[in-house]
C-alpha cells in the first residue's frame, strides 16, 4: 500500500513484466521462424496429410488461425479487465490509507481536547475546591483549639472527614492531570506514580527501569507514556493477581536518528488470559489507540497461568 499522492511502485512493476512477456514472445516467434524455415514445414506438412486429403486436414489451418485469433482477443479483453480491476482497487486502498490517516489525526485532535478537558478540570479540582477544603479544615481546628466535650468531638469528625475528601480530590487530580508531568518532566511523573502504586500495591514486587531522555519528549507523547503506565497498572491491580511486575520505559536511539523511540513493556507474573478470549474492556483498545495514532507497534503476549505482557514502541520522529 503506498502513501497518498506518491508513486505506485506496483504500477511500475506491472510496466516491467509486460516489456518482458513482449521480449519473451518475440524472441520465441523469431526462432520459430528460423527453424519452421530451416526444416520446410509446410512441405512436410503437406506431404504428411496428403493421404488424408479426403478429410480436408489441409483446410483446418484457416480454421486454426481464427481459433488462435479469437483466444488472442479473448486473452487480451481478460487482461484489461484484471488491470482495470487492479486499478480500481488501488485507487480503493489509497482512499482508505487516506482514510485511516485523517482518522488518525482526527483521533488525535479527540485526544488532545480529552486532555485539555481533563487538565482544567483538574487545575479547578485543585485550585476551588481543594482551597475550600484547606479552608474548612482550618476552621474546624482552629475551633477545635476553643470548644471542648462533644462539640471537640464532632468537629475532629469534621476535620477527618475532609481529610477523607481531601486525600479523594487529590487521586481524581492525580487520575485527571498528573501535576509532576507539567512541573517536573515525564520521568518525575512516572516515578511520583509508581510509588503511589507501590503503596496501593503492597504484596506487588516492583521492578522499575526508567532509561533515557525522558523529559525532553513532545508533550503527546509524555501523555501517551504516562496514560499506558496508569491503564497498565490500572489492569494489574484489578485483575491479574500477580507478585512481581517488571516495567522498563526508555527511549532509544539518538535523538538526531531516524532509530529514536521510546519503548514500554510491562510484564507481570499474574494468572495471564486466554489470547483467543473476547475482552469487553475498553482500556486495552484505547491503549492500542494511543500506540497506533502515534505511528507505534504494539504486542501482547499472554496465556492462562503465564502472566501478561505488554510491548509498544512508538517512534519519537511521528510527532
Known amino acids: ?53 479426403p478429410l480436408q486436414i489441409d483446410e483446418a489451418l484457416p480454421i486454426l488461425v481464427v481459433l488462435t485469433s479469437c483466444l488472442t482477443w479473448f486473452a487480451w479483453r481478460r487482461y484489461s479487465q484484471a488491470r482495470a ?32 478537558e481533563r487538565k482544567s478540570v483538574a487545575r479547578e479540582l485543585h485550585d476551588e475546591l481543594g ?48 501535576i509532576a508531568l507539567d512541573d517536573l518532566g515525564l520521568h518525575a511523573a512516572l516515578e511520583h506514580y509508581l510509588d503511589h502504586c507501590r503503596q496501593r500495591m503492597p504484596r506487588v514486587r516492583f521492578d522499575v527501569t526508567l532509561e533515557g ?25 484489578r485483575h491479574a493477581q500477580a507478585g512481581h511486575l517488571a516495567i522498563r520505559i526508555a527511549r ?16 507481570d507474573d499474574g494468572r495471564g488470559t486466554d489470547p483467543a478470549e473476547h475482552r469487553g474492556g475498553l482500556g486495552l483498545v484505547g491503549m492500542r489507540e494511543r500506540v497506533e495514532m502515534l505511528g507505534g507497534q504494539w504486542r501482547i503476549t499472554t496465556g492462562v497461568g503465564q502472566g501478561f505482557s505488554l510491548f509498544a514502541r512508538i517512534p519519537v520522529g511521528a510527532l
Request: aromatic share 6%; net charge negative; no cysteine.
Open 131 to 178: 482551597q475550600y477544603l484547606n479552608a474548612i479544615k482550618t476552621d474546624a481546628v482552629s475551633i477545635q483549639q476553643q470548644v471542648a466535650g462533644p462539640q471537640a468531638t464532632a468537629l475532629s469528625e469534621i476535620i477527618a472527614h475532609v481529610d477523607h475528601l481531601h486525600g479523594v480530590v487529590r487521586d481524581l487530580i492525580r487520575e485527571l492531570r498528573p
Open 1 to 53: 500500500m503506498s502513501w497518498t499522492g506518491a508513486p505506485d511502485p506496483q504500477a511500475g512493476l506491472d510496466e516491467r513484466m509486460i516489456r518482458q512477456d513482449l521480449l519473451i514472445i518475440a524472441v520465441v516467434v523469431i526462432v520459430s521462424a528460423l527453424v519452421f524455415v530451416g526444416v520446410e514445414f509446410t512441405e512436410w506438412l503437406f506431404a504428411m496429410t496428403r493421404p488424408l486429403e
Open 85 to 116: 480491476e487492479l486499478a480500481r482497487r488501488q485507487a480503493a486502498e489509497r482512499q482508505l490509507e487516506a482514510l485511516l490517516l485523517e482518522n488518525r489525526r482526527l483521533a488525535q485532535q479527540y485526544l488532545q481536547a480529552q486532555e485539555q
Open 213 to 237: 531522555d525522558l523529559d525532553s519528549l513532545a508533550e503527546p507523547l509524555n501523555l501517551a507514556i504516562y496514560r499506558l503506565t496508569q491503564e497498565a497498572l490500572t489492569n494489574v491491580s
Open 252 to 267: 532509544e536511539g539518538p535523538p538526531e536518528e531516524d532509530s529514536d523511540a521510546v519503548t514500554f513493556n510491562i510484564t
